[in-house]
């Protein structure tokens, strides 16, 4: 004896796992775990930062520079990440002058180290 459709339909629905409707549920989880996974990797990459994921590589990072609140980000090899944030405070203390900076037209800054020849005249010359 053949069913005929109407029965046939009804028999689809009849099983209890087809009737729940959060059995979705768990699969939309999973995709947007995908998704999110897929999002870090790419944003990663488009900032092009993977040495921040190598633990052999040292890497400087400075954001906002010049700007009130810039900051210093800096990873060295065997220590932990260290973020440096701009202060007003003025460092002191005692040193030794260990060459000149220039700042060029362009904006470019460069250092000219002293010669050894000058540092010393420099500490045995009278006051």
Same mark, same amino acid.
């Given at each position: 004896?053949?069913? =005929?459709?109407?029965?046939?339909?009804? @028999? !689809?629905? =009849? @099983?209890?796992?087809?009737?729940?409707? %959060?059995?979705?549920?768990?699969?939309?989880?999973?995709?947007?775990?995908?998704? =999110?996974?897929? !999002?870090?990797?790419?944003?990663?990459?488009?900032?092009? !930062?993977?040495?921040? %994921?190598?633990? @052999?590589?040292?890497?400087?990072?400075?954001?906002?520079?010049?700007?009130?609140?810039?900051?210093?980000? !800096?990873?060295?090899?065997?220590?932990?990440?260290?973020? %440096?944030?701009?202060? @007003?405070?003025?460092?002191?203390?005692?040193?030794?002058?260990?060459?000149?900076?220039?700042?060029?037209?362009?904006?470019?800054?460069?250092?000219?180290?002293?010669?050894?020849?000058?540092?010393?005249?420099?500490?045995?010359?009278?006051?």
């Amino acid at each position: 004896m053949r069913r =005929s459709r109407r029965y046939h339909r009804t @028999d !689809l629905l =009849s @099983d209890q796992e087809d009737q729940n409707p %959060l059995t979705g549920v768990a699969n939309l989880f999973d995709v947007a775990m995908v998704f =999110s996974v897929a !999002l870090m990797v790419a944003l990663v990459m488009s900032y092009h !930062l993977p040495e921040l %994921l190598n633990p @052999d590589e040292d890497i400087s990072i400075v954001k906002n520079p010049g700007q009130q609140d810039m900051k210093i980000i !800096l990873k060295e090899k065997g220590k932990p990440i260290e973020v %440096l944030n701009m202060t @007003d405070n003025i460092g002191g203390g005692t040193g030794e002058a260990l060459g000149t900076a220039y700042k060029l037209a362009n904006g470019q800054v460069i250092y000219v180290p002293e010669d050894e020849k000058s540092m010393e005249s420099n500490a045995t010359a009278p006051d």
